[in-house]
Every structure is written in C-alpha cells, then in structure tokens.
DNA sequence: GCCGTTTTCGGCCCGACTGTTTTCAGTCG
C-alpha cells in the first residue's frame, strides 16, 4: 500500500468535492468535502494516524460519512467511492478546471455535448467553431477560452511574496496618489504575509469608483483587462501576476478591507459570531437582524470590537485559533521588525557571498543592528566555495580584529557548517569549539527517506556546539519540495537540546515553515530570524522573516535575535544544554 | 454532507461581472 499522507487525504477530498460538482451533486454536499480538505490540511496533530486509527470523531466538519471515509482512505491506501466517482469521468478532464472562466457546468457541457474531455480537445474544438454553437457558448466564449489556455502554457499560477512585494507597493502607490482616493491598502493573502500568492487584491476608498477601475484597467503593466466594471475591475500584468481591484465608498472601506483580507475561513468564523450577537457582517456593512444597534465603525479595529473581539492582525487570520485568542484578549504582543538587534546566517566573499566582512558589517549597522553573525559554508559545500578548516580560523581573526577596532557594533564567528549524510558534521568539535556559533544546514543527499533524514538533523542537533538549524527542510518555494523530515520530532528534538531553529528569511525559503512555529514556541523552542544574505542588500529579507514570524504568532522574546548584543554574547557562553 | 443556547430538519454568504440571454446562468472571490 502506498504511503498515505495529508497531501493524500486533502487532494482526495479536493477530487471529490470536483467529481461532485460535476456530477451536479448538491453544492453544500461538495462545499462539505472542500471544507474537510481544508480541516484536514490545517489540522494541529497528526490527522493522519487519528483517521487511520478511526479518531477524527468530534473534529468539528467531519460527520459520520467525512469519517469513514478518512479512515478508509487512511488505513487501507484506497477510497471506494472516491474511485467509483472518479471511474465515470476521463482523467484529463480535469485539466480545464485550470482554465480561468471555465467551471463545472461549461466543462460538463462541453463534455457532454462535444466530447471535449481535455485541453487540447478544448483547443480543436474553439478552432472548428463547434463551441460557438453550443448554446451558453457565443464568439466571446471561444475568444476568452483561447486566451485562457494562452496564459496557462505562458504564466505561472502562483508568485513568491519577496518577488510580487516591490511591484504591490509601487501599483499601491499610484493608487494611493490618485486625487479622487482617500484610503487605500492591498488586501487578500499579501496583507497576510502568505508565503505564495495567488493574485493582488487592491482596495480604495473614493466617490468616483469607475474611474478608479478605469484607472487601474489602464496601468502600463497591463496584459490583460480580465474584467472592468462600475466598482471592480481584474487585470493581468506582463509578468502574469492578476491583480483586482474593489472601488468602495470611505464608510464601506473598513468593511471591505475586513472581508477581503480573509482568509475565508477565517471570515466564516467572524461572520457566524457576528451573527451570534444578532448582526449579520458583510463586505460593506453591519445589518442589526434584531433589536441590535448598529456600531460605529470608522475603521477596521472598530468591527473586531464591536464583536467584543481585540483586533487580529492580519497575519493570524487564518482561523487557527486567532478569534479564540481575540476573544479572551489573549493574542500574542507580534514581533516587529524594530524589535530585532541582530541576525546570525550571513554570507561573504570568503564563501558564495558578494560583500566583504566589513561591507556587511556596515550594511547591517544601516539597518539598525548591533551585530551581525557570518556563517559561511564549509568545505563540504565547495560548490559554494566553502571554507576549510584555516581558511574558516583565519576569518574568525578577521573578525576579532575588526571587533577590537569597533566600539558600536559586533561581528560573530559563526560558519554555516554542513550537516553530511550521516549526520555527523564538517567541522570537528574542536574547530566549531573555537567559534562564537554555529548554524548547521543540509546542502546534499537530499532525497533520504522521511526516518533517516529525521535521524541525521537529529544527530546534528545533538551535538554541543550547534546552536542552531538553518533552513529546516531545503524547500524552494514553487520550485524544489522539502525534503522528507519529521517536523514534529526536529521540534521536540530542538526543544530537549535547547537547539535553536532557524526562520531563513530568504524569500524562496521562508523555512520553517510559519504553520510549525506556534507549536515550536509553546515546547519552548527559540527562533532565530536570518537573511541568509549573500549580499548586503539581502539583508532586507529581514522583513519577510518577520512577517513570516508574526504569521507563526512568534512574540519578541521567542526570536533570539531580538536580544542585544551583551545578553547574546552572554547567552552563547553558557552550555548550550543551559540556555534559555 | 454537516450542523444545532431559536432548529435533529431545513438551512447552508452573496454580490459583481460577463456573455448570452430577452430576464438569467455561470464563474469568481
């Protein structure tokens, strides 16, 4: 039997809720099975061994049919119904649903009526003119449909936060400058730090609506105008990133930049409390369904009190417990960006780095640190030019002289030393003895199983003079997968030898991953915030990393390098067994 | 298919935009 994962409970489900819908099932019936596909990919313990051992009774979405149907799943490898449903239809089909303003009943249409059971069947079939017969279907149907199977051989679906973030700000901007604009902000997953986004959804508050969508239909970045309205308008950019925009009067904006935050789930859960307490919420407004007097809001923070809630940060709405915490005033005080005094992964010429020690150094004073820790690779990653045995002593004289001339700022010698395959790693004992730190990463042999990788990080971690993990699993973000590790036993792991973990703060890592780090602060482990910079001007990955920490609920006193430099240098002397 | 401090049955978010309609269905968020 094939190993069953979460990935394989959620994309079940996912497929099943799609096959429904196609079958023209009941749509609350399909919603029902999207919903568990979200449950189970955001659930807090191990969902898998609990529908395996038949436990997911009294998780909150998961009737009786929910749950057999995981524990079939789960314990056997299979799903009856699911390969029933899945039998009635060609497995190329699904392919359309991948195509924008295509849906479950255009594709069933088309599949009924001309036999299109995929995208290239689609293609012949907008070039015949027998889709412009079809009756739902005209000239611009054919027009659209080409151009969506256009921009998916072209663009990618989805964009890494640190590659749309300039762009946003500079599109906010120009919105914000327009004359007939009183508020602006960019909503959706980018206002809540979402490590890959999907589009940019642009707010602005103004009387003149139409005008700003028009505005904004004609930005010079345009591919395409996907839709235009009197208050809503859609666009694709060159780079294929789509874009949206909600034109909304100033006492509508709170209301809008509220629910087109989301998350949706989160919004669900807002609406049902507001519902609770006799007023229904939407994207404009409160409506009293009672006696209930309507609140005064004039800007976001006053709809979470009036519910009786503290404000959420954007970044905790995920509906992981945020409305909970809000509710008993208990959120987490987030980290901020001004909290952090100085940050330990940083690379230089020595290694793969394009600045010198001193031209970090300067970089990192600019950016308002007391010190910054060089960890360099070592000679076990020589693809990086790493750093052997005298070459790595040598620096850490550099920067003891560098240290010696400077009164205002400080310089760790660290090294970013290779985790090998057996988990032992490339420097001695007695050479890491000698630095101020050490961040241990795997840059190889990245295709171990689950056990044995989780094994070698393990044997890295229990060594005394690693005092942290760089980035946990080697993802690149849409590009490389993580590799296979037990997360949870690297935490409990991290939180017995008192190792910290790393929040690699370079935009294609983001690496542990945000949804790890409340579970990781709560056994006590410390998080460090790290830029990995390979340049100075990388060191303003910093904001990402807290962005990402905030997204983790990380507070200020659970990110090491929120420490001055004299309790840091305090901290390092003390036996890593000790440290706290 | 799920849920319940109004309900174990009857609800389940809904508004904007487009295209193909001649008053609305489908898609999207």
Redesign the pocket.
């Known amino acids: 039997m094939a190993t069953v994962t979460r990935e394989t409970l959620v994309a079940t489900l996912e497929e099943i809720a799609l096959l429904l819908e196609l079958k023209g099932a009941?749509p609350?019936?399909t919603?029902?099975?999207r919903?568990?596909a979200e449950i189970v990919q955001n659930f807090d313990g191990d969902i898998v061994e609990l529908a395996a051992n038949d436990e997911l009774k009294g998780?909150?979405?998961?009737?009786?049919?929910?749950?057999q149907k995981l524990h079939e799943l789960a314990s056997t490898g299979q799903l009856e119904?699911y390969n029933d449903l899945k039998a009635e239809f060609p497995e190329t089909l699904f392919e359309l649903?991948e195509?924008?303003?295509?849906?479950?009943?255009?594709?069933k249409?088309l599949y009924d009526k001309l036999n299109v059971d995929s995208i290239d069947a689609l293609k012949k079939a907008c070039e015949s003119g027998s889709i412009?017969e079809l009756?739902?279907?005209?000239?611009?149907?054919?027009?659209?449909i080409l151009s969506s199977i256009a921009n998916r051989e072209k663009f990618a679906d989805r964009f890494r936060l640190g590659d749309v973030a300039p762009l946003a700000e500079t599109l906010l901007d120009r919105l914000r400058d327009h004359p007939k604009v009183s508020r602006s902000a960019i909503a959706?997953s980018y206002r809540r730090s979402k490590e890959t986004l999907?589009?940019l959804?642009f707010l602005v508050a103004t009387s003149e609506p139409a005008e700003l969508?028009d505005f904004f239909a004609n930005f010079p970045e345009v591919h395409e105008?996907?839709?235009?309205?009197?208050?809503?308008?859609?666009i694709r950019l060159e780079n294929g990133l789509?874009c949206?925009l909600r034109a909304v009067s100033n006492d509508h904006f709170p209301f809008a930049l509220q629910y087109?935050s989301g998350s949706?789930e989160h919004n669900?859960a807002l609406?049902a409390l507001a519902l609770?307490q006799g007023l229904?919420l939407?994207?404009?407004d409160f409506t009293p369904?009672g006696e209930t007097a309507v609140p005064e809001v004039s800007e976001e923070k006053d709809i979470y009190a009036a519910l009786g809630l503290q404000w959420v940060p954007p970044e905790l709405r995920e509906n992981r417990g945020e409305i909970e915490a809000a509710d008993k005033g208990e959120l987490p005080e987030l980290i901020e960006l001004e909290n952090l005094r100085g940050t330990f992964h940083n690379h230089t010429i020595a290694s793969d780095g394009k600045n010198t020690l001193s031209e970090m150094a300067d970089a990192a004073r600019e950016h308002g640190l007391q010190y910054l820790g060089i960890a360099d690779h070592s000679k076990a990653s020589f693809q990086a030019n790493g750093l052997d045995e005298e070459r790595l002593l040598n620096q850490a004289k550099e920067i003891k002289s560098f240290n010696a001339d400077s009164d205002d700022f400080t310089l760790l010698a660290g090294t970013e030393v290779d985790i090998l395959k057996d988990g032992s790693l490339d420097f001695s004992d007695e050479i890491l003895g000698q630095l101020d730190y050490c961040v241990a990463s795997v840059h190889n042999a990245f295709t171990l199983d689950e056990e044995t990788m989780t094994k070698r990080l393990i044997r890295a971690m229990e060594n005394e003079h690693v005092t942290m993990l760089g980035h946990l699993t080697g993802r690149l973000l849409l590009k490389r997968d993580p590799y296979q590790v037990n997360i949870e036993k690297i935490i409990d792991c991290a939180a017995e030898t008192r190792t910290v973990i790393e929040l690699n703060c370079n935009p294609w890592r983001l690496d542990m991953d945000w949804r790890w780090w409340h579970k990781a602060r709560d056994k006590g482990v410390l998080c460090s915030i790290n830029p990995d910079a390979h340049a100075t001007e990388q060191l303003q990955f910093l904001a990402y990393g807290v962005r990402l920490a905030r997204k983790g609920w990380l507070q200020r006193q659970d990110v090491v390098n929120c420490r001055p430099i004299n309790e840091i240098l305090k901290w390092l002397s003390v036996p890593k067994d000790k440290r706290s």
């Open positions: 009941n609350f019936k919603r029902a099975y919903q568990g998780i909150k979405g998961f009737g009786a049919a929910l749950q119904y649903f195509l924008q303003g295509l849906g479950p009943k255009k594709i249409a412009a009756s739902g279907f005209g000239a611009k149907s054919v027009e659209k959706g999907h589009d959804d969508t105008v996907i839709a235009n309205g009197d208050t809503k308008a859609s789509q949206d087109f949706k669900v609406r609770k229904s939407n994207e404009y369904s």
